[in-house]
């Protein structure tokens, strides 16, 4: 089964950083596009960053310059760096895979989702 | 592009149908899909390419649409199907509606 494990939220001062980490289980990242999606408190689904299955890295402009995505494929895993951290970066961040239905993106498996809290 | 969605909520009685409506501001095609939230989960693909469903989703979801307007109906809602459903577009990079909360009437 499909599976998307995450870890690395938490607490931090605005200005501060996190990382966060997804583990993919039972499929390689190397064949799968890969994700970051938020849901502030209380809100809608907000888009963040996206990483292609062989290259390229794509950002919203709410965190472009901010924000980094990247994989290790030997640990299989998605990682999210999160400098400059703002108030209005609060929110749960997931992991998402983009679904194999060509080249839109569709989200098809969601990890679990890790609360990120920026806040003095 | 915005993707707007309405009713933000809908009361259904189990049994009965529910239809909620998704608008994008310019054309996406058919470049959209539908998921599912429950409290304290992470969404669920019930949809895409504005009329697919995805793997395992039960044949009382259908939907339809394209261009900028588009619908899903869930029939003889079951009490499971109370949630949040969200609308995606991916005409260019993932915009989501604001969601619409279907509750039990």
């Known amino acids: 089964e499909v599976q998307l494990l995450q870890s690395g939220g938490g607490l931090v001062q605005p200005g501060g950083s996190l990382r966060l980490s997804c583990v993919a289980s039972e499929f390689n990242l190397n064949n799968y596009a890969m994700h970051w999606v938020r849901q502030a408190p209380g809100k809608g689904l907000e888009w963040v960053s996206g990483?292609?299955?062989?290259?390229?890295?794509f950002y919203a402009d709410s965190v472009r310059g901010r924000f980094t995505i990247s994989r290790d494929l030997s640990k299989n895993t998605l990682y999210l760096q999160m400098n400059s951290l703002r108030v209005e970066d609060t929110a749960v961040y997931y992991c998402?895979?983009?679904?194999?239905?060509?080249?839109?993106?569709?989200?098809?498996?969601w990890g679990q989702g890790t609360q990120v809290t920026a806040s003095s | 592009i915005v993707v707007t969605q309405s009713p933000a909520t809908l009361s259904v009685s189990p049994g009965d149908t529910a239809t909620l409506s998704c608008r994008a501001s310019q054309s996406v095609s058919n470049n959209l899909a539908w998921y599912q939230q429950k409290p304290g989960q992470a969404p669920r693909l019930l949809v895409y390419?504005?009329?697919i469903r995805a793997t395992g989703v039960p044949a009382r979801f259908s939907a339809s649409g394209s261009g900028t307007e588009f619908s899903l109906t869930i029939s003889s809602l079951q009490s499971e199907d109370f949630a949040v459903y969200y609308c995606q577009q991916c005409e260019t990079w993932p915009t989501f509606g604001q969601g619409t909360h279907l509750e039990i009437k």
């Open positions: 990483i292609g299955s062989v290259s390229g890295t």
């Open positions: 390419a504005a009329s």
């Open positions: 998402a895979r983009k679904g194999l239905y060509g080249p839109r993106v569709y989200f098809d498996h």
